[in-house]
């Protein structure tokens, strides 16, 4: 059975970090693509970060670019999303999944976290 946890979420002051992280168990890890998503109260979700198997190339939205790091250890089967410099739009649920392929899309991954919640206070 996969399971997707994610971890870290909370309420940050705007220009604070937070660190998310993503387990994962019951694949094989180091064979997926991962991503991250977020979904701001009200709107869709969206793809923010995504990161190939072997850390090959990683993808980031133009709103998190400069401000965010995606980043994985294969062999705690976790990924991780450091934020910074976080701002009230960056409010939501933050989910993570895990494709088998690079994928750099808003849906169609294979599995997927329940989400962590990040509140960004201003």
């Known amino acids: 059975q996969v399971q997707v946890v994610e971890s870290g979420g909370g309420l940050v002051q705007a220009g604070g970090s937070l660190r998310l992280s993503c387990k994962v168990s019951?694949?094989?890890?180091?064979?997926?693509?991962m991503g991250w998503f977020s979904q701001a109260p009200g709107k869709e979700r969206l793809i923010i970060a995504a990161?190939?198997?072997?850390?090959?190339?990683?993808y980031y939205a133009e709103s998190v670019k400069g401000r965010f790091t995606i980043s994985r250890d294969d062999a705690r089967a976790t990924v991780f999303l450091q934020m910074n410099s976080l701002t009230p739009a960056d409010t939501g649920v933050y989910y993570c999944?895990?494709?088998?392929?690079?994928?750099?899309?808003?849906?169609?991954?294979?599995?997927w976290g329940q989400g962590t919640q990040v509140t960004v206070s201003s």
């Open positions: 999944a895990a494709h088998r392929l690079f994928h750099v899309s808003n849906s169609g991954y294979d599995y």
């Open positions: 990161i190939m198997k072997n850390a090959d190339a990683t």
């Open positions: 019951g694949l094989p890890f180091s064979d997926y693509s």
